[in-house]
């Protein structure tokens, strides 16, 4: 869709979400701000509402499926969603004692369950809808760390793999119904979960220029909005290339710090 009216966002309190809520800001918006510090997305949307665009927040966690299937629900009852992006997730990785359970658990929870919540009530309501033309947007937020499992984030990587291959999967699945689903696979993001890495993040890029990049690929219905394009290729040659070429330089790469919560 080229200006949609209605958006729904997860984990718009900081980072790209909140970037692409100022991005879609402006007059005749409607946004739909979830995440879970009500705080920081109050501060979001007065910045859009600055911009002269309605928001409203909801402190939503994503792993809360029926919460979440309400939300999304009473939003669309009050503005018809236009596009619905699945954005919330969270990282962390292995430091130096390797990835802990409850660590895995919680990045798949929220990264793969959270996604699911999200997309599944926005289908239902999208393809109820009357008419045969279009008929909503889904944005699922994967990642380049989809296309190989890094050894310092394994789970993180497998979360973004899973959830690239089921929106993947959707957009074929829904095209005829009228609804477009996008995945979106972002390289380093200025933002708090990059702001963590001690390592060198190359083509590290701001979260407004990153929103600007989705906000056009959505736009033009991209399947993928994979970005920037020497991080792309790089990812896509490591996914490509048999594992026992780039084995020894997956081993070489740093971890990322676990989140030492179990
Ligand atoms: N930054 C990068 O380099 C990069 C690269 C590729 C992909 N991504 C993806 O981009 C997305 C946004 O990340 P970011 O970089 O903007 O990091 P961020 O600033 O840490 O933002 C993460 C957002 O997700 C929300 N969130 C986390 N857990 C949640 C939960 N259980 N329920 C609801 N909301 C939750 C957070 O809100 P609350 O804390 O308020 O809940 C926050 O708004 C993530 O899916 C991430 O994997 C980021």
């Not at 969270?90 to 919680?106: D, F, I, N």
């Not at 929106?167 to 829904?174: F, S």
């Not at 009228?178 to 933002?191: L, N, Q, T, Y």
Request: aromatic share 6%.
């Amino acid at each position: 869709m080229r200006n949609p009216k209605a958006i729904l966002i997860t984990g718009a309190s900081s980072g790209i979400g909140a970037a692409l809520a100022r991005e879609y800001a402006g007059p005749g918006v409607t946004l739909f701000l979830g995440g879970r510090n009500a705080e920081r997305l109050a501060a979001v949307a007065r910045a859009c509402t600055a911009q002269g665009a309605r928001a409203e927040t909801a402190a939503v966690d994503v792993v809360d499926s029926a919460a979440i299937a309400a939300w999304i629900a009473g939003a669309d009852s009050r503005a018809p969603l236009d596009l619905v992006i699945a954005n919330a997730g969270v990282s962390a990785g292995t430091g130096t004692a390797g990835e802990p359970l409850g660590q895995a658990q919680r990045i798949m929870a929220i990264n793969v369950d959270g996604v699911i919540n999200t997309v599944h009530p926005a289908l239902e309501r999208f393809a109820g809808r009357p008419g045969s033309g279009v008929k909503g947007q889904i944005a699922i937020m994967s990642s380049l760390a989809s296309f190989r499992g890094f050894a310092g984030a394994p789970a993180y990587c497998a979360s973004k793999a899973a959830i690239r291959n089921y929106g993947e999967g959707l957009r074929n699945a829904y095209a005829r119904a009228g609804i477009g689903v996008s995945v979106i696979c972002p390289g380093f993001v200025r933002s708090g979960m990059t702001a963590r890495n001690e390592f060198a993040m190359p083509f590290l890029m701001e979260a407004e220029d990153a929103a600007r990049i989705i906000r056009r690929g959505l736009a033009r219905n991209r399947g993928r909005i994979a970005f920037p394009w020497q991080m792309y290729a790089a990812a896509w040659l490591v996914q490509a290339l048999p594992p026992w070429t780039t084995d020894r330089f997956m081993r070489g790469l740093p971890a990322k710090a676990s989140d030492d919560r179990s």
